[in-house]
């Protein structure tokens, strides 16, 4: 093709742009409001905030529960609807992370990783069952927001990057401050099972 | 010679049969050496590529060229060829070209009747010296390479269904069958007049089985009993002795299916009807002269034969009982033939290199899908074995094996197992000259061991035992257990544990899909007709689905829904689809939904037109998740980016939630029907009208078997009809001091929804009301939410909506959700004005005429408004943009000129190049005023459409760099329905994804 005056797409950093924008906002929102009093798990934040999203912009879908590898589900997938693709994909988190049940408690460090065989957090990312289009390629930036009920971003900043540490991870894999206000916005870039990187964008918000 | 004919050239699609070595697969090249025999002198082939291959993988042969004289048109050989095309059903029109004449001929209408003489008068499209004739754009190659001849305003008419081969035949037999049932002193059962038909019709296939020197296989036959043909049988009363001797003769049992009580019967009959339609000098109905001259029987498909018969079990069925035998249905030959091209397609002759390649109908009905399937083994055989030099085809005893140890089926009733055996005959002799079929071609008695009379279920299980395993089940199953049997006579518990099916569960205990859960037991592969509301669109069948579509590879899926109300003529109106399965577990491939539209050619019974649009792959993760249920409505009401609108407003709260969190708030259908329960002298919604008002009867007696709660029927409380309203959902609001009624209660039958709140509420309720009834452009139409999720509107009827359609419509707490984006309300629009019409008559005065209407200017400068808009959403820069340079419209298609580059640097205009309509004799080219389009875009176009395959696609993009412009020039057919706005965002989205592979 002998195009000359195109130039190469933003599409990705409109959305990530948007997602920036419009996360403060969301937390603010008379919806998310009533989704604290009524509704209080991943899931039921992740409708909510799929349905913010996607106001007020003709681009972006962004699809709750959608299919991973094997029966893994990533809590949100962002699609450009023009080009029928997925771009991104979201999980969230709560910090600090709920207790879970006698049967089914919940590790701590959840939101970096846990014991589990399918893992958790940014290790799922890392084993690659998180982090896939629809036909399994891997997708080279991903998210995470995490919904902070209490304590400060510094605390957890600290926190996390601890965790990192525990598990044995590289010490580059700990996340950086990308800046604190009105929400949190840090980025860290690790090394998947598969030997390629995934770059995360953490997105935080306060929620008390 | 002329050798120059339209724009027809070797790269687009001319073969002269002296050059069979230029044909580009092996469909043209079997093609070549078959018509060869008639004289053809050159062939245009439409041909289909896939993407990046730049050979054609499969071909159809359009155009026929013939060189003769100029006496030639309508000369008694002329009619005699015509009757072999026509009868093979293969070309849309003929080239008789002449030494100063041309004339062209609709291939697709038998010859007419005119003074008691055939004539081709009247199928001759137009004729003249070759120097205007060839400039004619309305023949021009684009046209039959893209499949839209026919779709022209001067051919439409053109094409008849009653004109096929198959349909002509059939409704001769239909008449003969009828007037021998009213024959008082015939005295034969309808079941012996059945038989008696069908044979004879092979009888006359091999009487019309003639060697060089005229003499046909069974003349010795006729000699040692002093007849001239059959039918002089018939009237001589030797029709037993006669069917004694071919029984003898050809063994297999295929004459000798008469009971001896039957013989004496026919024996003593008159049958002389049956000897007048087989003379075929008289048309039973008209008494007009025919016709059998009209047929070449060694050109017409074995398949039409087999096919006559279904009809007869229907005819019968409504001749005994006024209506049509449940569970079976003409399974229509295009219908066929598309199946059969799609699994066992030509190009993959290779297959067949050891001949064996097994195949079972497990529903085999009159036939056609094996005698389809076995015709196209053959096909395989000779592709194995011919050279480019030489065709050969099987030897008898060859085609005899390929027929014995590959075809088998199973039916319920003896009847379609003797027509199947018949088909499969024919097919068998149709390649075999007279002496071959004369010396000593001893049929095997199929019934035996390959066209078995059973229920299918028990010979399943038994057949799952013995381990037998076929490479292809393919069929059309009945979709009901036959009249007068319990579903435990046919499917019992000891046959369903013998089978222990891979899902038990089956929705509905869908009879079909029994079928398929048992052919899934025997094939490698699978290709089965099946109800599409059970498999797709039902909620219900949300379990099912997912398991199936995980457990197994489904490649395609071909839907048929939108043309539920033609495609197996009157014997049923039952959506479906064609699913096309490899017995393997999905390994996350997209499945291929293929919505297949109605067009000229469906409507008429001749072929599916699949074009890009209709092809939606869907994601697997999507197919299984009972959240995305919704896809496939989506798909059949237009694709693209619909899915997502539903899909977000599937994440709101809907109105049931609401009604839900309401105190004392309910919903609820209206009364039942019934009369144990009378209320005299009430007043009742009827209808409601399209201003949203109550049509209401007073005074009237309610009557009843269950009224339900009393509350909903005192106002206030919203009704709405289940039956879709005109520009929104019909709904009427009905206060507590309302002026409709002054009794305290107004009632409502089960045809309505209610939802009635306590008088406290009635604001609240009315401004539910008012949403449910808005229509306006910026915000969501109910009708569409409802329509999206409905799995009855659409697909089983028209126009109802249930209940959880209606409820299920999102009503969120913050309104400003159902405010639509403009590209959503361009899906909305489109949704409602166009794509709710798919399933509608697409005749002059039918509703879906609107989709393939003429485009207009102005819906082509939405489109264009449409494209760029969504374009620069994505790319447009401080001083960039996209913009339309030009709109040009010609007769046969457009052009639309999109370029990127410096703001307002392009100065739209549209061109009107459609006078080449009045004079109709015009090049696709010449008559372009080179002025009105840049000469370096013109030749770009022309080299696009007339030198490469290009013209083989409705769609044409042509990607370039002019003047300091990124250029896209868009080339489609007329139809509305390639311009509307919707497709201008799919159009955008797949450059988006060009430009992207490009690293833009």
């Known amino acids: ?208 | 010679m002329n050798t120059t004919f339209f724009d027809f050239t070797k790269e687009n699609g001319l073969v002269f049969c002296d050059d069979i070595g230029s044909a580009k697969n092996k469909a043209e090249y079997l093609y070549l050496s078959e018509i060869q025999k008639i004289g053809v002198t050159a062939v245009f082939f439409r041909r289909y590529y896939r993407e990046n291959n730049p050979n054609p993988y499969n071909s159809e042969p359009s155009v026929c060229i013939f060189q003769k004289d100029d006496s030639f048109f309508d000369s008694s050989e002329h009619i005699s060829l015509h009757a072999k095309l026509w009868s093979a059903g293969r070309n849309e029109i003929y080239v008789i070209n002449g030494k100063t004449r041309v004339d062209i001929i609709n291939a697709r209408k038998p010859a007419k009747i005119n003074d008691n003489q055939l004539s081709l008068k009247s199928l001759r499209l137009t004729y003249g010296p070759a120097t205007t004739t060839y400039k004619d754009y309305r023949f021009s190659a684009y046209l039959f390479g893209s499949g839209t001849f026919w779709e022209q305003s001067d051919f439409r008419g053109q094409l008849d269904e009653k004109s096929s081969p198959y349909i002509f035949l059939l409704e001769h037999l239909m008449a003969t069958r009828k007037k021998s049932l009213n024959t008082a002193n015939l005295a034969l059962k309808a079941t012996t007049i059945d038989k008696l038909l069908v044979v004879s019709i092979l009888i006359k296939f091999l009487e019309e089985i003639k060697d060089d020197n005229g003499k046909h296989t069974l003349k010795t036959i006729y000699k040692k009993y002093a007849v001239e043909n059959f039918s002089d049988a018939l009237i001589k009363k030797l029709c037993v002795s006669i069917l004694n001797e071919l029984a003898n003769e050809f063994n297999g049992r295929i004459f000798d299916k008469f009971t001896e009580s039957e013989k004496n019967k026919i024996e003593k009959a008159d049958l002389s009807l049956l000897a007048d339609f087989l003379r075929a000098d008289i048309d039973i109905n008209s008494r007009q002269l025919f016709i059998w001259k009209q047929y070449d029987f060694k050109y017409l498909p074995p398949e039409v034969i087999s096919a006559i018969y279904e009809n007869f079990i229907q005819a019968e069925a409504v001749r005994q009982n006024g209506e049509h035998e449940k569970g079976i249905v003409y399974t229509p030959i295009h219908l066929v033939n598309l199946l059969i091209d799609e699994v066992m397609p030509l190009e993959d002759y290779k297959l067949f290199t050891q001949e064996s390649f097994s195949i079972l109908d497990p529903s085999c009905g009159s036939g056609v899908f094996l005698v389809a399937a076995y015709r196209r083994l053959l096909q395989w055989w000779v592709l194995n074995n011919s050279s480019t030099d030489k065709i050969k085809y099987p030897p008898k005893k060859t085609a005899q094996k390929i027929l014995e140890k590959n075809i088998f089926g199973v039916d319920v009733k003896e009847t379609s197992t003797l027509v199947t055996i018949f088909g499969l005959t024919i097919a068998l002799l149709e390649k075999l000259a007279p002496k071959e079929i004369w010396d000593n071609l001893k049929f095997r008695d199929l019934s035996q061991e390959n066209i078995k009379e059973s229920n299918f279920f028990e010979w399943a299980a038994t057949a799952k035992e013995s381990n037998k395993k076929f490479d292809l089940i393919l069929g059309n199953p009945p979709f009901n257990i036959e009249s007068g049997k319990t579903k435990n006579e046919v499917l019992n518990e000891t046959i369903l544990t013998r089978l222990d099916f891979k899902h038990n569960d089956i929705p509905n205990g869908n009879f079909a899909l029994h079928f398929f859960e048992a052919s899934m037991l025997l094939a490698n592969k699978v290709c089965l007709i099946l109800p599409s509301n059970v498999l797709l669109y039902s909620r219900s069948s949300q379990k099912y689905r997912k398991q199936v579509f995980i457990d197994f590879t489904f490649n395609k899926i071909f839907d048929f829904t939108h043309l539920r109300r033609l495609l197996f003529h009157k014997a049923a109106d039952t959506p479906v689809v064609a699913v096309v399965v490899e017995n393997e577990p999905s390994i996350n491939a997209p499945i291929e939904h293929i919505v297949v539209k109605r067009t000229i050619g469906s409507d008429k019974h001749l072929k599916f037109e699949i074009d890009y649009y209709d092809r939606h792959p869907v994601r697997l993760n999507w197919a299984i998740d009972e959240s995305k249920f919704f896809i496939w409505k989506t798909n059949l009401l237009g694709g693209g980016q619909l899915f997502y609108l539903i899909h977000r407003l599937s994440l709101l709260p809907t109105v049931a939630d609401f009604i839900r969190q309401k105190d004392e708030w309910m919903e609820i259908r209206g009364f039942e029907g019934g009369n144990t329960l009378q209320i005299e002298r009430q007043d009742r919604i009827d209808a409601i009208d399209s201003h949203g008002e109550p049509v209401i009867s007073k005074n009237v007696t309610i009557s009843t078997s269950n009224l339900k709660d009393k509350f909903m029927y005192k106002p206030p409380f919203i009704v709405i009809d289940q039956v879709l309203g005109n520009k929104c959902l019909s709904t009427c609001f009905i206060s507590n001091d309302n002026q409709y009624t002054k009794k305290p209660y107004l009632y409502y039958s089960r045809d309505f929804i209610g939802i009635s709140a306590p008088e406290k509420d009635k604001k609240t309720l009315k401004k539910l009301w008012k949403t449910i009834r808005e229509n306006k452009v910026e915000q969501l139409n109910y009708q569409l939410s409802a329509i999206a999720v409905s799995s009855s509107c659409l697909i089983l009827t028209e126009t109802d909506i249930n209940k959880n359609d209606i409820l299920g419509c999102p009503y969120p707490q913050d309104m400003t959700d159902l405010i639509l984006s403009e590209q959503e309300q361009i899906l909305q629009k489109d949704v409602l004005n166009y794509y709710i019409h798919c399933g509608k008559a697409i005749s002059k005065n039918g509703a879906g005429a609107l989709l393939h209407a003429f485009v207009g200017k102005d819906q082509l400068e939405e489109f264009a408004i449409t494209f760029c808009k969504a374009l620069n959403s994505v790319y447009e820069t401080k001083g960039k943009s996209t913009q339309v340079g030009f709109i040009c419209q010609r007769p046969l298609y457009t052009i639309c000129q999109f370029g990127f580059g410096k703001i307002n640097g392009l100065n739209y205009e549209y061109i009107d190049e459609m006078d080449g309509r009045e004079t109709k004799i015009n090049t696709l080219f010449s008559n372009v005023n080179p002025k009105k389009i840049d000469q370096t875009i013109e030749s770009l176009i022309k080299d696009k459409m007339t030198n490469s395959g290009a013209i083989f696609n409705k769609i044409i993009w042509i990607y370039t760099h002019i003047n300091g412009y990124d250029c896209m020039i868009l080339i489609k057919p007329n139809a509305l329905r390639y311009w509307l706005p919707s497709i201008a965002l799919r159009d955008t989205g797949d450059v988006v994804n060009h430009l992207k592979k490009e690293g833009f």
């Open chain 1, 1 to 208: 093709m002998a195009f000359q005056e195109f130039e190469q797409n933003h599409i990705f950093d409109e959305l990530i742009a948007h997602i920036e924008a419009q996360l403060p906002h969301f937390v603010s929102s008379n919806t998310f409001s009533r989704i604290m009093i009524v509704k209080k798990n991943e899931t039921q934040h992740s409708t909510a905030l799929a349905l913010y999203m996607m106001k007020n912009q003709n681009r972006f879908s962004f699809i709750p529960e959608v299919a991973q590898v094997g029966t893994h589900k990533i809590d949100i997938a962002v699609y450009d609807k023009l080009s029928d693709e997925m771009l991104f994909t979201i999980e969230a988190k709560v910090l600090p992370t709920p207790l879970g049940t006698k049967r089914n408690p919940r590790a701590e460090t959840e939101y970096v990783y846990s014991q589990d065989k399918s893992g958790a957090g940014i290790q799922r990312y890392k084993m690659g069952y998180h982090g896939v289009n629809d036909a399994l390629v891997e997708l080279a930036e991903n998210g995470i927001v995490a919904y902070i009920k209490e304590g400060e971003f510094e605390k957890w900043l600290a926190k996390i990057n601890k965790w990192v540490l525990d598990a044995d991870w590289d010490e580059k894999e700990q996340l950086q401050t990308v800046y604190f206000n009105p929400i949190g916005k840090l980025r860290s870039v690790h090394k998947r099972t598969s030997g390629t990187e995934v770059i995360l964008h953490h997105y935080w918000v306060k929620v008390q």
